[in-house]
């Protein structure tokens, strides 16, 4: 059965070292795609990185933050509320939380040659990333939450 809406508010958690992940939907419920929030704390940014074969679209719900673009991190943009990124396929980037609190946003990774096959989950793809860099899947992988990432109360609330 085809899967149409996904509530934004049951996600399934990862906690990495550096960030952390409420993944929305899986690549494997969707076509070429994948989406998830992205949350870092005050001070936290993952590592310069690069996705060859996805093109990367951000918009920012909550904070303040910067994002350090190419292999020698020599551009770097704010990022502030109601932003709207692209990063495209090949670009070394790396986002950084800069204010006071957390820093939101929607990610969707857009597969230009379609999902993957050796990573064909988001959980495969977790297991890439915690080998590559010594992290623990099982404590990494925090299971169902709740989330309050993105979710804004109404105007006048």
Known sequence: MVKYVFATRDVVR????????D?????????????FFVI?????????????????VFYILEGEGTMAVGADESE????????????????????RCTGSSRFVYLSIDCFVAGPPAAEPTWDS????????HGWDFDAVRLGHRETDAGVRPASGA
């Open 14 to 21: 990862y906690r990495f070292p550096t960030h952390t992940n």
């Open 23 to 35: 993944l929305i939907m899986d690549r494997r419920d969707a076509t070429a795609s994948e989406a």
């Open 40 to 56: 870092l704390e005050p001070g936290e940014a993952p590592p310069l990185h690069v996705h060859p074969d996805v093109e990367q």
């Open 76 to 95: 770097s943009v704010e990022l502030r509320v109601g932003d709207f990124v692209r990063t495209p396929p090949g670009t070394p980037h790396a986002v």
């Open 125 to 132: 793809h977790v297991r890439t990333m915690c080998a590559e």
